[in-house]
């Protein structure tokens, strides 16, 4: 005969063994998660700091090519030269250096630094003539140095920074004329091949216009494709196969669709390459099918007993679908467009075939516009050799996440108002 | 006076037959009963009186219903208006969503028979009043229907079928999900209708079938087995089936 008090302990052991496989896969799951979190934000944090080094400045109206006895005009500044201003001032900061060592100095700088002096005379136009302390940014390079990125212990014939700027850097650092501030330029410059002046601008507008265009296209026909195959479509082979083909949709690899925007949209129809117009109608190619399915699951949860409701009350079908079973849906449609837009969001082959991947170095006013986008901004940069964009992969994975997470807030606000109205 | 005549109606879904050759006459403002055991086919013959068999793909109906002297299976009958005439309350209460007053409004609103919001107004307190359910529910019209109890939200059913003011009610076993106070206040509300409306109801409760109904139709296996007054049926059929079935011998 069983022990039955045994074989309740038993039960009892199987349930506790069982919570406990739960709850390590969650433990799992989360730890995968924090890792990876832990991961991209301790090589990314820094990308949102930007190093700036303060040197002496001399406006010699010699090296600007202009009067000196003569107080010039504002367009006078304009239009005059400050590279020999920028070169005079480097060879200022070593008494001895010889010209190598002065073009090391100037590689020190971004290539922008005659635009950052000449921006210094132009809102301060009494420093003409004067050595005046002027911020400059930093060349990618010493800005990973300063941020502690760089591997310092290489022999020099293995860095892309010399010993004798690693000399000059020390020196100014000592005297405390290296500082770093917040990035701003991270969010407002598009592209470039200097990772201190590479920003996410051009991807982010170019992504905001491509999402945009696929909530255009893909919402509506496929609210309507959903509603017409759950509420009014005959049952019968065609809608079938129809069915099946919907599901079958969601599961082609997006590089397909990708195929399917350059063979028809660009080659065809002649829309502009690289737009997220071409962009977002690829993608919504792909989000069809997921709008599709998740309005189809929403529509079918809606209780027939409310149809038949409806119906009874002298309700045509159409107002029946359109007063009822729709608003009722609509939480749940609205979800699985969130989904299929945030999968749209992240999604990069696609738009490496329309040409998105281009270098792109203007922000996108419009989706007409050429633009990239956030996913093929990391694949850009990540393909990219300069230390600089390392971090920049990372705090655009960021951005994109915060995106995702801002665009899964919204879904669940919406979600929330609906079934509020209808409870 | 006969206000519907079913005449060699036959249901079919798909290859299975549901309904054989039905004859009957439901007669002008008094309460029908359809009774028999599950499956018998009572509750479809209902659905065939408002057509609601339409929305079932597979379902076929044939053969004749007369309600006024009009055929309402012939082609081209405007379901729509049908409906309009003929209001249904389901068994298990279905409320819209929408607050009480629109689950009223909705009725008149879509067909059209409000000018105005004074006008949409007192036909909504009218339906609550002769659903019995205005002094409950006046002071909170604008809550959700589905916020109220089981036999309110039956009233409410019944309420916003009324609203169109429908020559015809047909009842699916209003009261089988609900308790017996609440079914005792929609028999006697039921009472209160058939002074303006007929009705047609279909109860598992051969109780509940002999108090409210003067006529009942009793069913057994997709057939009609006898349809006569109420009084007649309880005490004296004349089908041996019949007896059986009402004195409990089998269903």
Known sequence: MINREEFLNKRYKSEKRFQFYGKSAIVLALLFLAVFLFKIFSTGYTAFQKTWITIPINYDPEFMYLDADQKPSIQDLEDSEYFDVGIESFAALDQNANEDQITDIKRMFAFIFEEEIKYHILSNPDDFGKIVEVKLTASDDLDQVFKGNYPRELPEERRRVTDYQLKIFDKLNAEGKVESNFNFSFFTNADSREAELAGIASSFMGSLFSILVCLAVSFPVALLAAIYLEEFAPKNRLTDFIEVNINNLAAVPSIVFGLLGLGVLLAVFGLPRSTPLVGGITLSLMTLPTIIIAARASLKAVPPSIREAALAMGASRMQTTLHHTVPLSLPGTLSGTIIGLAQALGETAPLILIGMVAFVNTIPGSPMDPAASLPVQIYIWAESAERGFVEKVSACIMVLLIFLVLMNLAAQMIRHKFEKKWN | ?251
């Open chain 2, 1 to 251: 006076m006969n206000k519907i005549e079913a005449k060699n109606v036959n249901v079919f879904y798909g290859e299975k037959q549901a309904l054989f050759d039905i004859n009957m006459d439901i007669q002008e403002k008094q309460v029908t009963a359809l009774i028999g055991p599950s499956g018998c086919g009572k509750s479809t013959f209902l659905r065939c009186l408002n057509r609601m068999n339409d929305v079932i793909d597979i379902c076929k109906v044939e053969g004749e219903i007369k309600i006024n002297d009009y055929n309402i299976n012939q082609k081209g009958t405007d379901v729509v208006r049908l409906r309009e005439k003929i209001g249904m309350v389901f068994q298990k209460p279905n409320p819209f969503p929408k607050t009480l007053y629109e689950n009223i409004s909705y009725g008149p609103e879509i067909h059209g028979m409000a000018q105005s919001k004074d006008e949409l107004d007192q036909i909504v307190e009218d339906s609550l009043k002769k659903a019995a359910l205005w002094n409950e529910v006046k002071d909170r019209l604008n809550e959700p229907g589905t916020g109220l109890s089981g036999g309110q939200q039956q009233r409410l059913c019944i309420a916003r079928a009324i609203s169109v003011k429908p020559e015809v009610i047909l009842m699916d076993e209003p009261c089988s999900a609900l308790d017996p106070i609440a079914t005792a206040q929609i028999e006697e509300l039921i009472d209160e209708l058939k002074k303006e409306h007929t009705i047609v109801i279909v109860t598992h409760s051969m109780s509940q079938a002999a108090r409210v109904s003067q006529q009942t139709g009793f069913f057994h296996l997709g057939k009609l087995i006898e349809v006569g007054s109420t009084d007649k049926i309880f005490k004296n059929p004349d089908q041996l089936q019949t007896q059986d079935y009402i004195t409990g011998r089998f269903g």
